[in-house]
């Protein structure tokens, strides 16, 4: 599949680099990414999200966590959030990955707590009612960003390796089941249909992480992304982020117009469109 171009010539030893996430997805489902960002931004980002992390709001259920905290829509309360989001190694993976005007599925912080238990299995692009059984494409990538060491006893991501290759019914047993440890500022990327959990957290600290998930242009969001990021806010961000919140159309063709216009249109009064069209003077 093909997409958007880089922002910027890639150098020869960074065309290796990725050519060996790429080659990690493929064949085991995820790569890991140390320390891809520096502890500058990781405490911007974590100073940032600290008023929606008091420990006032825990998980609703087993999937969220009871001794978890989550924060949604993570663009409408940081901005910064936006440099993992479009951080340019991922965007290089993702132009492998997902079709051209991929978007922005999901982008949460994830923190979990001492005594937390292990999250059920699942994987992330399951296409919503379009039936489309495993082993298939994926149609999603996500992110897990450490924001903490991920530790083999804080509730570091547990993944299945190659398991994106297997069908519906087939279920992990333990021994295939690898815990991702990582220092703070590194990140997993993996397949939309590698089935991964949140681990248990049987340390006496916290484990922070982020995750922003993309997928194809066609699928719907997990998020609601024009709604969880609205034109106001949204109007402060890049070209990419907007595009890939939903403020975009799909090229070629015309899926996402709003009231028949672009929707930089709704952010930019002066936003010309592909196919600027004057209007035409009153009969
Ligand atoms: O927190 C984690 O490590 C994984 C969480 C996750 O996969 C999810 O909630 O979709």
Same mark, same amino acid.
């Given at each position: 599949m093909q997409t958007d171009s880089s922002t910027r010539d890639r150098t020869a030893n960074?065309?290796?680099?990725?050519?060996?996430?790429?080659s990690q997805l493929a064949v085991d489902g995820y790569t890991v990414i140390e320390q891809l960002i520096p502890e500058q931004l990781v405490q911007r980002i974590r100073s940032e999200l600290d008023p929606y992390l008091q420990k006032k709001k825990?998980?609703?259920?087993?999937?969220?966590?009871?001794?978890?905290?989550?924060?949604?829509a993570l663009l409408a309360k940081s901005h910064a959030m936006a440099e993992i989001i479009e951080h340019e190694t991922i965007l290089a993976i993702l132009d492998r990955l997902l079709p051209n005007n991929?978007?922005?599925?999901?982008a949460l912080a994830?923190?979990?707590?001492?005594?937390?238990?292990?999250?059920?299995?699942? *994987? /992330?692009? %399951?296409?919503? @009612?379009?039936?489309?059984?495993?082993?298939?494409?994926?149609?999603?990538?996500?992110?897990?960003?450490?924001f903490d060491d991920f530790t083999a006893d804080n509730g570091a991501t547990e993944v299945v390796p190659g398991s994106h290759h297997w069908p519906d019914d087939r279920e992990p047993q333990e021994s295939e089941i690898v815990k991702v440890t990582m220092p703070?500022?590194?990140?997993?990327?993996?397949?939309?249909t590698l089935l991964h959990r949140g681990g248990a957290n049987n340390s006496q600290d916290i484990r922070l992480g982020i995750t922003p998930q993309y997928c194809a242009p066609g699928l719907r969001q997990i998020e609601n992304m024009v709604l969880a990021v609205p034109p106001e806010k949204a109007r402060y961000y890049s070209d990419k982020i907007q595009n890939m919140?939903?403020?975009?159309? *799909? /090229?070629? %063709?015309?899926? @996402?117009?709003?009231?028949g216009q672009h929707p930089k249109k709704?952010?930019?009064?002066?936003?010309?469109?592909r196919k600027y069209r004057a209007e035409l003077p009153a009969p």
């Open positions: 960074e065309n290796t680099q990725l050519d060996q996430y790429l825990m998980g609703r259920n087993n999937f969220e966590g009871e001794h978890s905290e989550r924060v949604y991929y978007l922005l599925s999901a994830i923190n979990v707590h001492p005594g937390e238990t292990p999250q059920p299995f699942h *994987i /992330d692009d %399951g296409a919503g @009612g379009l039936g489309l059984p495993r082993p298939r494409q994926a149609y999603g990538i996500s992110t897990i960003w450490a703070a500022g590194s990140v997993v990327v993996f397949q939309g919140l939903g403020y975009n159309i *799909i /090229d070629p %063709g015309f899926m @996402g117009y709003v009231d709704v952010i930019n009064p002066d936003y010309q469109g």
